[in-house]
């Protein structure tokens, strides 16, 4: 990396198969010597939160995308039915602070699965080639399901990265709320599908955000962006074929691959572009 000033990648959420696309796009410009994985800073959020983890691991990121590839039989996949959704949209239409209508969006998590009912911190330690913090700067966000306080998980918070990881990934209706120590935590793609603004203080950002919009104006990607103001920038987002390649349920295992290659493919259109942003 020849740019000057920190760096960060931020890695929103999209669930199985948004993990497998943001691997694939990696790998593609790893490729091309546009490495993002040597970031100063990475945020996670959801699915982010579980590359971001793996990119932390000595795990060269070839082997991370090749195992994209390989059949899903273990994977446990979910999914989050139509009727369920609609659990989601009154917490946000409904008048309040952000922090209150992510209480509301707990409320419907804690209702819809008592914490800990399913052994999410099992599916996580597998999809993660080491269970320790990084020795870098990774940021994994949550939301505290019963206060609805925004939360930032690093090496110093004195909580296990898996755990860390579950809490990050628990999507409300589809999976239970995580325990750690007194409080519950659900998916920080509650508050925002990548919650750009954790990066504050970096020069350079790129985004992998295989969900752009949000639940609000306040907390969509290009207004955390100018709330971040880095000095050069850029959002990815699917392209119609990666799109194609995920389905219509993000959480189906079944997509992993043909989501890790579409990523892969959609790399070799965004050379240029992210290279002029990292050696900014």
């Not at 969509?220 to 990666?242: K, N």
Request: glycine content about 10%; aromatic content about 4%; proline content about 6%.
């Amino acid at each position: 990396m020849t740019g000057s000033g920190t760096s960060a990648l931020v890695l929103g959420g999209g669930g199985i198969t948004g993990i497998a696309w943001e691997l694939g796009i990696l790998a593609g410009l790893a490729r091309e010597g546009v490495d993002l994985t040597d970031a100063d800073m990475v945020v996670g959020t959801s699915a982010g939160s579980v590359v971001g983890a793996q990119l932390g691991s000595a795990v060269p990121l070839e082997d991370l995308y090749a195992a994209q590839l390989e059949p899903p039989d273990a994977e446990l996949g979910g999914r989050l039915s139509r009727i369920a959704a609609l659990k989601l949209v009154p917490p946000y239409v409904l008048p309040g602070s952000g922090r209150q209508k992510l209480a509301r969006v707990g409320r419907v998590a804690r209702a819809a699965h008592a914490p800990g009912s399913i052994d999410r911190a099992a599916v996580i330690r597998a999809r993660l080639p080491v269970h320790d913090w990084p020795d870098r700067d990774l940021r994994v966000t949550a939301v505290d399901a019963v206060s609805g306080e925004f939360t930032v998980f690093t090496r110093d918070s004195g909580v296990d990265l898996v755990e860390a990881v579950a809490a990050s990934c628990a999507v409300p209706t589809v999976w239970p709320p995580v325990g750690i120590d007194d409080r519950t935590y659900m998916d920080g793609g509650m508050r925002s599908t990548a919650n750009v603004d954790v990066a504050a203080g970096a020069e350079r950002v790129v985004v992998l955000a295989p969900l752009p919009r949000s639940f609000s104006r306040r907390t969509s990607i290009r207004v955390q962006l100018e709330r971040v103001g880095p000095r050069a920038w850029s959002v990815v987002t699917p392209d119609p074929e990666a799109l194609a390649a995920f389905g219509k349920n993000l959480l189906d295992p079944a997509r992993r691959a043909v989501a890790a290659e579409a990523g892969l493919r959609q790399s070799r259109d965004l050379v240029a572009q992210l290279r002029g942003v990292w050696d900014a």
